[in-house]
């Protein structure tokens, strides 16, 4: 089994700041890319930033230059720091990884997601 644990939402002001972070615990052979994407009431979840094990990052445009995406590959571990936050970035934020597990020998590749966790930005 493998869980995704997410931590770091809350309420902050405009122009403040936040760090989520999302740890990967259990049966883990390797992990490939690892991501945020959030979801606003009434929208589609998207893309907001994406790291892979080698350390390239995308971003969704709206975020670039404020948000940071970085893992800590030894622990399992991606972070998310918003800088700059604006109304507009409310929204549940979860986590999402790209996981091989190995079972007796044998590799299974599966897509993993966090339980969400709220970010509301006040303006």
């Known amino acids: 089994q493998v869980q995704l644990v997410e931590s770091g939402g809350g309420l902050v002001q405009a122009g403040g700041s936040l760090r989520l972070s999302c740890a990967a615990s259990?049966?883990?052979?390797?992990?490939?890319?690892m991501g945020w994407y959030r979801q606003a009431p009434g929208e589609q979840r998207e893309l907001v930033a994406r790291?892979?094990?080698?350390?390239?990052?995308n971003y969704a445009d709206s975020v670039k230059g404020r948000f940071t995406i970085s893992r800590d590959n030894a622990k399992n571990t991606v972070y998310l720091q918003m800088n700059s936050l604006k109304p507009e970035d409310t929204a549940v934020y979860y986590c999402?990884?790209?996981?091989?597990?190995?079972?007796?020998?044998?590799?299974?590749?599966?897509?993993?997601w966090g339980q969400g966790t709220q970010v509301t930005v006040s303006s």
């Open positions: 259990g049966s883990i052979f390797s992990i490939n890319a």
């Open positions: 790291v892979t094990s080698g350390g390239t990052t």
């Open positions: 999402n990884a790209d996981i091989i597990r190995k079972i007796t020998g044998t590799k299974y590749r599966d897509d993993y």
